[in-house]
Structure formats: C-alpha cells, structure tokens
C-alpha cells in the first residue's frame, strides 16, 4: 500500500466494518459459539440449513423473483431514460415513485392486485368475476406476480435516475459527436447510447438485485407461504420456539450474503475481462 | 412490550405513564420488542455489555418467551412477593397461576389473561360452527373461506383442535410427553389432511400473521378470522380495522385461554421502577381501564373475592359489556395452556407437514 492510497483503504474499512463485523457474529452463532440457545460448538445448524430442500427452494425463489423484477425494472429504467431525457417533467414524474417506502409499495400492491383488491372489484363490476377468489391470485401466489411487480416498480425510479444520469453527461456528448462525424441518429444510438447506458446502470441494478434479495417487507407482504422467501425464513429462524433452531437464522443470513457477494465479484470479475478486452 | 395494537399503545402511552409519572415519579417508555425477540436483544445486550445495564427494566411475556428467558438466565427474581398488590391475584386459577404449566416461581407477575376466539360476520355467516366436528363440516360446505395464520394464534388454534380431537386438555397435562405428542399431532394431521383442499387458497398457501387474516376476512376473502384475546374484535370494530357487525365466537369444546406476564431482566437499569410499575399495573384501578372494551379489552388477574368494595362491582358491570362474551361462557369454555414444547414441537410439523405439503 502506497502513502497516496492509504485513506481510502482506511474508509474501505470503515465502511466495510458492520459488514464484516456482522458477518464474524453470524458465522461464531451459526456454530453455536455465541447467541441465543448457543449450547457449545456444533456443525448442526449449518448442516441443517443446507442440507434442507426448504432453503433451497427459498433461495431458488427468492432469486428467480429479485431477478426477474430487476431485470424488468432496469429495462423499463433505460426505455424510459431514453424517452423521457429531453422533456424535464418526462423526468420529474419517471425518478417520483423514489419517495415511496418499500413497505408502502407493498401495501399499494396489496390493496390493487389482491383478490379483493382494486382491479378485482373493477373486475366485479364489469361482471367478469362473482366472488373474489374468481379473480387470480396474483398476491401470496408462487408466481410472486405482485412482489415482482411491486419491487420492479420501486427499484425502477433509481435506476432510471441512474440511467439519466449516463444519458446526460457522458453518453449525451458522445453521441453528439458521432453525429457529427456522419453517423445516423439510429446508429448513434445503437452504437453509442445504448452500451454507455447499460454499462452505466449495470453496478446500480445490481444493488438493487442485492437490496432486493434480502429485503423483508415486501415478501412479508406479498409472498406466498411456500416456497419460503430466504429473508422470510430468516426471521422465522431467528424467532422459532426452539432456541438451538435459531443457530439456523444465522447460517441463512450468512447464505445471503454469499449469494450476494457471488453476484458483485462475478460482475467485477466480468467489468474487468471486459475492461482488458477493449483496452 | 409488543408495539402493534393502537389500543394497547394508547393504555400504556396516555394511560398509566403519566399516572406513573404524576403518582411515582417513573418516567415509562414503552419500546418495540416482543416474545423470541426479547430473547435475542437481551442475549446480545448480555454478550456486549456484561453485567453492566441494559435497556429494558420491564418485559411483556408469557409462555415460551419465560421458559427461554429461564433457560438462558434473562430474568431476575423472585421479587414479585414483594409488591403489596400481588395479594389480589387469582393463583388459584390454573390459568394465572401457571404459565403454560410452568411454575413463575415469582420471576414474573400475572399482567392480563385472554382466551382465544374465532372471529365471524353473522351477516355473512348467520349460522357459524359451534365445535370443531361443525367447523370441519362447514369449512367442507364453504371452500376457500377458511384458513389461520402461520404464528402464535394460528398454532394456538392447532393446538385447541388436538385438545378436542384427544379427549381433552388433560391429554396433554403434566409435562411434555413424546408419545402423547405424537399420537395428537397424527390425529391433528388426520383432520387437516382431507380439509386443506377447502381452506383458502386450497391451502397451498397461509396469512402470514393475524393482521393479514383480519385484512382478508374485513375484505371478504375469507368468513372467520381469528384472535388469541375474546375482546380485540371490539376493539378492532372500534378502530375500523374490523366490520361493525362483527363477533367472536368461542367453541363449545373450548377454547385455549392464557396469561401473560410481566418480568424483570438480570440486567434492568431500574429495576425499582419496573416494581412499582408492575404493582401499579396489578392495582384494581389499572386492571379495571385495562378490561373495558373501549380500552384494551384485557381479561383481569385479579381475584374478585380479594377486592375492597366497590371494586367488584365495578368489575362486574364492565364484564357485562354487551358486545362481549359472558364471563360464565368464557369461564366454562377456559382450557389450560399445555407446555411449551407441545407448541414448539406443533409449529415445525405444521410448517414440514401441511405449509411444505411433505409428510
């Protein structure tokens, strides 16, 4: 380590400190060292956990749905960017919903796309149902239609924020400058805007990927009882009536960060292939 | 204290702190925490900090949470012995007097008592089942329109249902018994199994508290909702959350009634203080407000026979609230809790069981 960069190693660990601290925590409880019901040092917790098809469903799940909302959130985020980035309410009205608490996404969800929601009283009304369970189930159902579609909506104004952000500065200039060297609006925009605004929100999707994963209020709210959802199976260890049981809590929220931290080294690792091809 | 019902808050909050203020001098601030969570918080607090101070003095608990927290050392005692008001309670009553057959031994004082009760619309259900033979004959005739949480109240009315399908309470009485255990929880499992197919949802899926199942039963979604105190669809009638005409329904069979406690942490930064509280909370006034519908709606632990007069029959009038059940109704339908492991044990095979659908 050089003199120049040794305050930012020094704020990485600041910053990175709950984290790991956290983590040494987790890691002493989920082998009974320490904690509530620790009973000495034992493997069983861990190999309860993992050799468990619930934890894996729940993963699986759990995955599947942060995937898939962020996924339609970060699409939705640059078709948006893209079209709203020359009109200033266009922008205003796409970065709103930021302000909204995730658990009153859910709520909001919840009180639409419910079985006796908004859209299913609509429904009622135009005489396409007769009872409430006439309407799908789109909240609590193994689909996680309503999760999916509440954490892509939440997620969706920070990333579009982030998206209009590459848009107006670097990709902006850019394509004003293969313009002018005679390239066509559309192939500037395929050429130029299109890479320099994925690439831009890549990092910012992945955290809400990250966020999304271990978030507990909206799966508290919207998710089915089965499969599990990992943060939900979390708490339900970390309270369970059996106090060796909540060793267990510790060794999901160790599995979570594993999987999150899988994700952000696979994209460094990726960022920088990518980096020393184009160089 | 269990922060989530505005009508508790605003007993403690407006209520008894500025009593407590005006009458002691005890500043009471009453702070998030319930059951296994305390258990946590507490551990921890014990592991960073020592023997030094932690942060709650008092702590609202009942069951389980009392069996941890003796396991793990959390609770001092015996003090309640020392609070003048102690001498009103009703030990006699195996409901107060034992805590989910476990002996207090003077580590917590007896708080309120509440029984459990199902939750209905007669408008909409004007004939409901009075026993657990009628409910499964009706939730057969009405698919879709019954299911139960997957916490505390939805295991408690599990468990109520192994009562009645085992001969009784006494079943399960005196300790946990594996075999005994075993047999209610396969004839529990027999009763669901053909069932579920007419829960909501075709039960492949279940509330996951009793605030989602008061949410569907006031949007129509499902008949009945449930409750662990007889008095909250007052109280929730009352705050909107519930419909107006609704009532609660108590079986034939009985159904499942518990106290709940108040102790003392080993590490309590006042624990003077939370003695006075909890003696104060024990006087006949507190215990009264406490008991009215239009408050909290909070069974007493007071022995009526303990009390100076007037108090009785002011107790008796409030008890003859209309829009709640009779107290004679509720005394004779009142069956003991059993112990803890027996909901313990009923929480996991349920969830591995029906919630996985993987006997």
Do not use: N
């Given at each position: 380590m050089t003199r120049g960069n040794a305050p930012a190693a020094i704020a990485s660990l600041v910053l990175a400190s709950p984290v790991v601290i956290g983590a040494a925590y987790s890691g002493l409880a989920a082998v009974g060292a320490v904690g509530a019901g620790a009973d000495g040092l034992s493997g069983a917790a861990l190999v309860h956990v993992l050799t468990s098809s619930v934890t894996w469903q729940g993963v699986a799940w759990t995955v599947a749905t942060a995937g898939v909302a962020t996924f339609l959130a970060t699409a939705a985020a640059v078709v948006v960017a893209v079209r709203v980035r020359g009109s200033r309410t266009g922008r205003l009205l796409a970065v709103?919903?930021?302000?909204?608490?995730h658990v009153a996404a859910a709520l909001a969800a919840l009180l639409m796309l419910?079985?006796?929601?908004l859209l299913s009283r609509l429904a009622r009304l135009a005489g396409?149902?007769?009872?409430?369970?006439?309407?799908?189930?789109?909240?609590?159902?193994?689909?996680?239609v309503a999760l999916v579609i509440a954490s892509a909506w939440k997620e969706f104004p920070y990333l579009a924020l982030t998206a209009l952000a590459v848009l107006l500065t670097d990709a902006a200039r850019l394509e004003e400058v293969a313009r002018t060297l005679g390239a066509t609006s559309t192939q500037a925009f395929w050429r130029i805007t299109w890479p320099r605004v994925w690439l831009g929100t890549a990092p910012a999707a992945l955290a809400a990927f990250a966020f999304l994963l271990g978030q507990y209020e909206m799966p508290a709210l919207l998710a089915p009882s089965n499969p599990t959802a990992l943060a939900l199976l979390t708490y339900e260890r970390s309270i369970?009536?059996?106090?060796?049981?909540?060793a267990e809590a510790h060794v999901l929220a160790l599995l979570a960060l594993v999987i999150s931290a899988s994700i952000v080294i696979l994209y460094a690792r990726l960022q920088h292939r990518g980096q020393s091809e184009s160089a | 204290m269990w922060r989530g019902d505005p009508a508790i808050n605003s007993y403690v909050d407006d209520w008894v702190a500025p009593r407590m203020r005006s009458l002691y001098g005890v500043e009471v601030r009453a702070v998030e925490g319930q059951g296994a969570e305390l258990v946590n918080a507490l551990v921890t607090e014990r592991e960073a900090t020592g023997v030094r101070p932690g942060t709650a003095s008092l702590v609202w608990i009942n069951g389980e949470t009392f069996a941890q927290m003796r396991r793990e050392n959390l609770l001092a005692g015996p003090w309640t012995d020392h609070l003048p008001n102690t001498r009103l309670v009703d030990t006699a009553s195996p409901i107060i007097g034992r805590d989910f057959e476990q002996d207090p031994a003077g580590f917590e004082s007896p708080w309120g008592m509440v029984q459990f009760a199902l939750i209905y619309d007669p408008a909409r259900t004007p004939a409901p089942p009075r026993s657990i033979e009628m409910l499964a004959r009706w939730i057969r005739s009405h698919p879709g329109r019954f299911t139960h949480d997957q916490q505390f109240t939805g295991m408690t009315f599990l468990k109520g249902v192994m009562y009645a399908l085992s001969g009784g309470v006494e079943t399960f009485q005196g300790g946990f018994d594996e075999g005994k255990y075993r047999v209610g929880r396969d004839r529990l499992l027999e009763w669901l199994k053909p069932l579920t197919p007419y829960f909501w949802r075709d039960g492949t899926t279940y509330p996951l508290d009793v605030a989602a199942m008061h949410r569907l039963f006031a949007n129509g979604e499902i008949d009945f909702t449930m409750s662990n105190n007889q008095n909250e669809v007052v109280t929730k009638v009352r705050q909107g959350v519930l419909p107006p005409e609704a009532r609660a329904l108590v079986f034939d069979d009985g159904t499942i009634a518990n106290a709940h406690y108040l102790g003392i942490p080993t590490n309590a930064p006042n624990a003077a203080g939370a003695m006075v509280l909890t003696d104060f909370l024990l006087s006949p006034e507190a215990q009264l407000e406490k008991l009215r519908t239009t408050v909290w709606g909070d069974g007493t632990v007071l022995n009526m026979a303990a009390l100076p007069a007037p108090w009785p029959s002011r107790f008796e009038t409030v008890m003859a609230?209309?829009?709640?059940?009779p107290r004679d109704v509720l005394a004779q339908r009142a069956r003991p809790e059993v112990h803890p492991l027996y909901h313990a044990r009923l929480l996991e095979d349920w969830r591995q069981a029906v919630r996985r659908g993987t006997p």
């Open positions: 709103l919903p930021m302000g909204v608490p419910g079985q006796s929601g396409l149902t007769a009872i409430p369970s006439d309407f799908p189930a789109l909240v609590y159902d193994q689909a996680g369970d009536p059996m106090l060796a049981r909540r | 609230d209309a829009q709640a059940l």
